[in-house]
């Protein structure tokens, strides 16, 4: 595989980490975001899945954002009557959002992000001492 294959596929790598933390950072930014109205859903946190993509030019596999579904688990719920979207029983239903997954999610979608940008970094230099090379 050369140099600039490698490169390509870092790239698609980076791109899907980039959308994933985007996705989970918007997790965070609504993990308390309640309906405003009497039994209407919170926010429902939202994962993204990866699928492998040949890239016929390459030869090679690349990654790529296969889609951005909700996660099903239920809704939770506290107590506060005084809430606009409290039901009959005063209780309001809270997002699916669990922060210490979502920041634990986070720390991986990075760490995998700086792995790929080592790859772009490394393959740079390889390129860089190879024209030095050739002078």
Do not use: C, W
């Amino acid at each position: 595989m050369d140099l600039f294959a490698s490169l390509s596929i870092s790239a698609s790598g980076m791109k899907a980490q980039g959308t994933r933390l985007r996705i989970i950072s918007e997790n965070i930014a609504n993990a308390d975001s309640t309906s405003t109205e009497p039994g209407g859903d919170p926010y429902r946190r939202k994962v993204v899945t990866f699928a492998n993509m040949l890239d016929r030019s390459l030869g090679a596999q690349t990654v790529r954002v296969n889609r951005v579904t909700f996660d099903p688990t239920e809704f939770g719920s506290r107590f506060d009557p005084a809430h606009p979207a409290a039901n009959e029983e005063g209780y309001v239903s809270i997002p699916n959002v669990n922060a210490l997954v979502e920041l634990t999610d986070m720390r991986e979608a990075h760490r995998t992000y700086e792995a790929n940008l080592r790859v772009q970094q490394t393959a740079r230099s390889m390129l860089e001492q190879t024209v030095s090379l050739l002078r």
